[in-house]
């Protein structure tokens, strides 16, 4: 079945208020890219194994500097001990970023310390003590490589679950993909557990095909040959870019308010934060227009 004709308008709602990703290593094309990037947007700072505490600090010092919005990511099996934990949220409270994070389990397949997941992260008495109000937890309507379908389901009922008795606001950020149906229907079943936290989509930003393809692989996301052409490149042909406006485009023909709740946009920015923040002000504007 095709999909609805998204408006302009649609369109441009979904774009509006979008959040987007950066390393502890991108300040500097933080900086060259900042006049494009709209006051207040939510700018998520990774959490990866070749950077460190300082580089992460300096990160989210720069994007509340700018005027934007720190989301830092804690990734809970990379954190070696407990003590870790508390010095990583005391640096971010002393840096007034410790507001909002992303709790996310990470990429280590076995802990690094006593934290075996994002859940136990959120369970932690220690956010509410440096002031964290929302925890963004993450979502994969494309499945996960290494956790099964119903596992996954239960880790976000849980998540979910601790932040409303936690009363604490959050989102789920969802891993990227390349095909709305999954997507719509993953949003759907969502919803129909009950689960009402506003949902940011993962979109790659315009990149080399090449690198969407690597990252993919890396990710554990699907690229079959129709998937990629419905998204707008060859998985023959390794030559050129590809941006998201077909995603979106049909995405925004989906979206219903009434059935989907709040549904945003989370930009991975594999080609550059200042090449995916020009093309998102270039296809707002378009689609505004």
């Known amino acids: 079945m095709s999909a609805p004709t998204a408006s302009s308008a ?13 390393t502890g290593k991108d300040v500097p094309h933080l ?3 900042r006049d494009t990037i709209p006051p207040a947007t939510r700018i998520h700072v990774t959490f990866l194994e070749n950077e460190n505490l300082q580089t992460r600090i300096e990160a989210v010092r720069a994007v509340r500097d700018c005027g934007f919005v720190p989301v830092a990511h804690v ?17 971010l409270y002393e ?9 996310v389990g990470g990429d280590p397949a076995t802990p690094h310390g006593p934290f075996p997941d994002a859940l136990s992260i959120i369970r932690s008495d220690k956010l509410s003590e440096y002031g964290v109000r929302s925890v963004s937890i993450a979502g994969y309507p494309g499945g996960h490589p290494d956790i099964s379908t119903d596992d996954l389901w239960s880790a976000l009922a849980d998540k979910a679950a601790e932040l409303r008795r936690q009363e604490l606001s959050g989102a ?15 949003i759907e079943r969502v919803r129909d557990l009950g689960i009402d936290l506003p949902i940011r989509i993962g979109v790659p930003g315009p990149a080399g095909i090449r690198r969407l393809v690597r990252y993919a692989a890396r990710f554990g996301v699907g690229t079959s040959a129709g998937i990629a052409k419905k998204y707008g490149f060859s998985i023959t042909n390794l030559m050129g870019t590809a941006g998201p406006d077909h995603f979106l485009t049909e995405l925004a023909g989906w979206l219903d308010p009434d059935r989907h709740g709040v549904v945003k946009v989370h930009f991975y920015t594999f080609g550059g934060l200042g090449a995916t923040s020009e093309w998102i002000a270039g296809f707002g504007a378009e689609a505004h227009r």
């Open 10 to 22: 649609e369109v441009h709602t979904l774009l509006t208020d979008h959040s987007l990703e950066m």
């Open 95 to 103: 840096s007034g970023a410790s507001d909002q994070i992303f709790a």
């Open 31 to 33: 900086l060259k890219a």
């Open 172 to 186: 789920i950020i969802t891993q990227f993909g390349f095909d709305v149906d999954p997507v719509v229907a993953w």
């Open 75 to 91: 990734s809970a099996r990379r954190l070696t001990t407990e003590a870790g934990l508390e010095e990583y949220l005391s640096a």
